[in-house]
Structure formats: C-alpha cells, structure tokens
C-alpha cells in the first residue's frame, strides 16, 4: 500500500497568507495521480484539486497544486478566512486508495 | 446535479453486519464514467478508502478490512450497497458514500481503468457500534 505522509500536521497563519502544504508518497507515483480536499467541521470533505495540479469545478484560482513522483503540494496563495479547514490528500495510482493523515490550517 | 444519501441504523451491535444504502439522485449508476465508492472516517481521525464498485458489478476493496466489506449496487432502485461483518468498536465511524470519476492509471506499463479522484460526496452517516 502507497502510504502518504502530510506536512506539517497543523499550520497556523493569518488571512492573506501564503499557506504551502506537503504531501510524500512511500513510492513514487508513475504520473501525477493525486487529489486534495478540504474538509471543514461536521461536513463531508470537498474536492479542490484533482491530477496533482487541475483545480475542479468551481475552486478560487487561490487553490494551486503542483508536484510528480512522491512528491506533491497544495498552495493557497492568499489565505481567506473560509479556507481555514483540514485539508488532506489521496492517491489512486494504485489500489487500496490512501489518504494522507491531514494537515489542520488553523488562524494564528 | 448528482447528489447522494446515505442511510442505515445508527447503532450496531458487536460481532453484527452493518448495513448502510446511499440513494443516487440525479444520476446513472449505469454511467460508465464513474465508481461509486464507500469511505469513513473514526471520530476525529483520517479518511480510510473502504472500497468502490463499477457499474459492470467489479467492486475493488480495501484489504485492510480482512474480507469484511461487500458493495453491491441495484441499477434500478439507483441504490449502492455497504454491508460490513463481524464489526467492532473499531468500526465506528461516519460512513460516506461517494461518486468517483473513471480514468485510466498506469502501473508497471499496464493501463487499467479504475476509480480517481472523488468529486461528489454524500453528507455522510453516523454509525456507531456497541452493545
């Protein structure tokens, strides 16, 4: 199984901040299938970014993603202050489907 | 717009089947473009991948579960099927039903289509078990 490590476990910043989030693979991916969500508070996680890097429907251009191999990124370029939430990623290059353990951005 | 519900008792027993439907609206469960797939989540804790199933009937699952999860999927009611056996305080979760799109992955120069990322998410079900 790929496991998928985030870091850093919690973010804390301000609004308007520039948040980078990391997400490694345990074995390198042969393309570039990763997705993030973001997860707020008593609600089902929502997709922001699916093949490393394409924002899904309707998500601000703030949402960036980048990445290959085992290593991946997510970066919100100007923090708003819905976007402080859990945001976590997946790979589906190989089966069973794994999720990383989350990265908590939180308001300093 | 395709939306998703899920259902099912609230609370279960130890060592007893769980059994949880997700009601499709808006939507084909005979769409070739999409799996349809179970995930949970303990309290406060991650995402854990349960399994998915295809609308040919392939289901796919997580071999953490120890053979313990069946999907199933009634094209004609649009309903997607959970049952989870032999369950334990471990088990308690919410319990998501979700749409995942259909691509196709390589692996060692092998192409296989399979289920990607997760676009459409149900609201999710509580499902607690104890005696």
Do not use: H
Request: charged share 15%; glycine share 10%.
């Amino acid at each position: 199984e790929i496991v998928l490590t985030q870091s850093p476990g919690i973010l804390s910043l301000s609004p308007g901040e520039r948040a980078t989030l990391s997400c490694w693979a345990s074995q390198s991916l042969v393309s570039t299938y990763i997705a993030w969500y973001q997860q707020k508070p008593g609600q089902a996680p929502r997709l922001l970014i699916d093949g490393a890097s394409s924002r899904a429907k309707g998500i601000p251009d703030r949402f960036s993603g980048s990445g290959s191999g085992s290593d991946f990124t997510l970066t919100i370029s100007r923090l708003e202050p819905e976007d402080f939430a859990v945001y976590y990623c997946q790979q589906y290059g190989r089966s069973p489907r794994t999720f990383g353990q989350g990265t908590k951005v939180e308001i300093k | 717009q395709v939306q998703l519900q899920e259902s099912g008792p609230g609370l279960v027993k130890p060592s007893e089947t769980l059994s949880l439907t997700c009601s499709v609206s808006g939507g084909s469960l005979s769409s070739s473009s999409y799996y349809w797939d179970w995930i949970r989540q303990p309290p406060g804790k991650g995402l854990e991948w349960i399994g998915n199933i295809y609308y040919s009937g392939y289901a796919d699952y997580n071999p953490s579960l120890k053979s313990r999860a069946t999907i199933s999927a009634d094209p004609s009611k649009s309903q997607v099927s959970l049952r989870l056996s032999s369950v334990t305080a471990a088990d308690t979760a919410v319990y998501y039903c979700v749409r995942s799109r259909g691509c196709y992955v390589e692996y060692m120069g092998v192409v296989t289509l399979s289920g990607c990322s997760m676009d459409v998410w149900g609201k999710g079900t509580t499902v607690i078990v104890s005696s």
